[in-house]
């Protein structure tokens, strides 16, 4: 009887794993910042790259093929900035922020794919400024916008909501900037968008401003805004 109940349950499990797409293998969020380098990994990947293919995928658009077979696609706009690594990783040189979303890495055997697919979703954290360079000046105003661009399948808000992920703003000394700051205005018109806006001083040439993203308190990249005054 207890031989039965154990066939029961492992049946039981094997269906919900087919029913919710249970794979094994998790997905992994990546956060980098605009102008760095990122590698995505691949998380089921065979002893030969060749068989590795990567796909992309944002806002809900078809599939575009970066990698196929081990071989990279020569017909995309970025392909100057994509490699394939030893590891069947997928690397991106000077990431700009067009370049979030997800990410599939998938192994084909005589045309057969072998397991599931290992999604990497890449976080792209970016500062513009209200300003060029040769308008910055002491007495100037300036706003800086960091935002964190994401593709999970829901709305921005909404995910970050639930992962407890925050955008803040921070001085040199690493102190968290507030509404209470009387020289800064600090406004969130979104869950993933943080403002600065400031009126400049003398003393704020090279001075630095860092937009950080944290993940459950834990910071998973940076931006710094550092004052060039004209």
Same mark, same amino acid.
């Given at each position: 009887m207890a031989d039965k109940c154990h066939l029961c349950l492992l049946g039981?499990?094997? +269906?919900?794993?087919?029913?919710?797409?249970?794979?094994g293998v998790d997905d992994a969020h990546v956060f980098i910042s605009s102008g760095e380098n990122v590698r995505l990994p691949c998380n089921n990947d065979l002893h030969d790259c060749k068989s590795t293919t990567?796909? *992309? *995928?944002?806002?809900? %658009?078809?599939?575009?093929?970066?990698?196929n077979l081990g071989i990279k696609k020569k017909?995309?706009?970025?392909?100057?900035? /994509?490699? +394939?690594?030893?590891?069947?990783?997928?690397?991106i040189k000077n990431v700009i922020k067009e370049d979030y979303g997800l990410y599939t890495c998938q192994? *084909?055997?005589?045309?057969?794919?072998? &397991?599931a697919d290992a999604r990497v979703y890449l976080h792209v954290l970016h500062v513009s400024s209200s300003s060029?360079?040769?308008?910055?000046?002491?007495?100037s105003s300036v706003t800086l916008s960091c935002q964190l661009y994401s593709y999970t399948g829901?709305?921005?808000?909404?995910?970050?909501? %639930?992962? &407890?992920?925050? /955008?803040f703003w921070v001085n040199q000394a690493g102190v968290k900037l507030?509404? %209470?700051?009387?020289? *800064?205005?600090? %406004?969130?018109? &979104?869950?993933?968008?943080?403002?600065?806006?400031?009126?400049?001083?003398?003393e704020d040439d090279n001075r630095e401003w860092r937009c950080e993203v944290t993940h459950r308190n834990q910071v998973k990249t940076s931006v710094t805004y550092t004052v060039k005054s004209s």
């Open positions: 039981l499990i094997i +269906l919900s794993s087919l029913l919710t797409g249970t794979s990567w796909n *992309y *995928y944002k806002n809900r %658009s078809a599939a575009v093929e970066l990698i017909d995309i706009e970025r392909h100057e900035r /994509l490699s +394939l690594g030893s590891d069947c990783s997928l690397n192994q *084909y055997v005589n045309d057969k794919q072998q &397991g060029s360079q040769t308008e910055i000046s002491a007495g829901v709305s921005c808000d909404d995910w970050i909501r %639930s992962e &407890g992920i925050q /955008l507030t509404i %209470s700051d009387t020289r *800064y205005q600090i %406004s969130a018109p &979104g869950l993933c968008i943080i403002t600065l806006t400031t009126t400049l001083l003398n």
